[in-house]
Every structure is written in structure tokens, then in C-alpha cells.
């Protein structure tokens, strides 16, 4: 069964790439660079993972995360983060959401494919 992937990401060269690579491996991926579209054409218990990136406008990762919580308190979700600003944004997001997130949910950009496949199949147990 092909896994379905969403991710979110304002840069479009990012999410055209990711999302080249990802299919070429077998998962099918929708992709968005406006976090409200993203969310509005979310549907609960479609997708196996969500990926989103931390800082975007109109509304950031953290922001979208808790509005997808609300809809759906299944899938699994990482976040995308410049590798400057990892631990920051890691313990930011400690801080609001509890220590219910994993440091494994976090993919540091730049992002090598190969580590990207890696911790994909093994955050969806493949």
C-alpha cells in the first residue's frame, strides 16, 4: 500500500524537490506552499505523515501542527528546520506543545535525500 505523505513548505524549489524524490521512492505526496490551503485541504485519516516546515508566513509550523492536532490526533508529523536554528526551534516547540515531540520529528534543512528516506520510513515503521 503506497503511503501518502502531505508537505508544507513556502519555498517552492523545497517542496518540488522533497516531493520529486519522495515519489520516485514509492510514496505518493501532495504538496503545498501556503499553510491555510494546506489545512483547508486537509482531510483527517488520509495521510500517513505530514511534513511541515517551521517558519512560513501567514502562519508557522507550530501554528499549523496544533490545527492539524485538532482535526486529527493520529498522523504523524515532522518538521522541517534550518539546521541553524534547530535547537531553538526544538525546544521552542517543547515548551508549547509538551514533551510529547520527539527530536527523530525534526528533518534539518539541507536535507540529504537518503537521510530524508531513512528517518521517513522509520518515523511511518515501513
Known amino acids: 500500500m503506497t503511503k501518502r505523505i502531505l508537505l508544507i513548505d513556502d519555498e517552492p524549489d523545497i517542496t518540488f524537490t522533497i516531493k520529486d524524490i519522495l515519489e520516485d521512492n514509492g510514496f505518493q505526496v501532495d504538496s503545498f506552499n501556503d499553510?491555510?490551503?494546506a489545512l483547508n485541504y486537509y482531510e483527517v485519516s488520509?495521510?500517513?505523515l505530514v511534513i511541515?516546515?517551521?517558519k512560513m508566513p501567514k502562519?508557522?509550523?507550530f501554528e499549523l501542527y496544533t490545527k492539524i492536532r485538532e482535526k486529527?490526533?493520529?498522523v504523524k508529523i515532522c518538521f522541517l528546520t534550518a539546521i541553524a536554528a534547530f535547537n531553538e526551534e526544538f525546544r521552542k516547540i517543547r515548551l508549547v506543545l509538551g514533551k510529547?515531540?520527539?527530536e527523530d520529528y525534526f528533518i534539518q534543512k539541507p536535507v540529504e535525500m537518503e537521510d530524508l528516506l531513512k528517518k521517513l520510513t522509520s518515523i511511518m515503521n515501513i
Open 72 to 74: 486529527d490526533s493520529k
Open 46 to 48: 488520509f495521510y500517513d
Open 59 to 61: 502562519m508557522d509550523g
Open 35 to 37: 499553510p491555510i490551503l
Open 100 to 102: 510529547t515531540i520527539n
Open 52 to 54: 511541515l516546515d517551521i
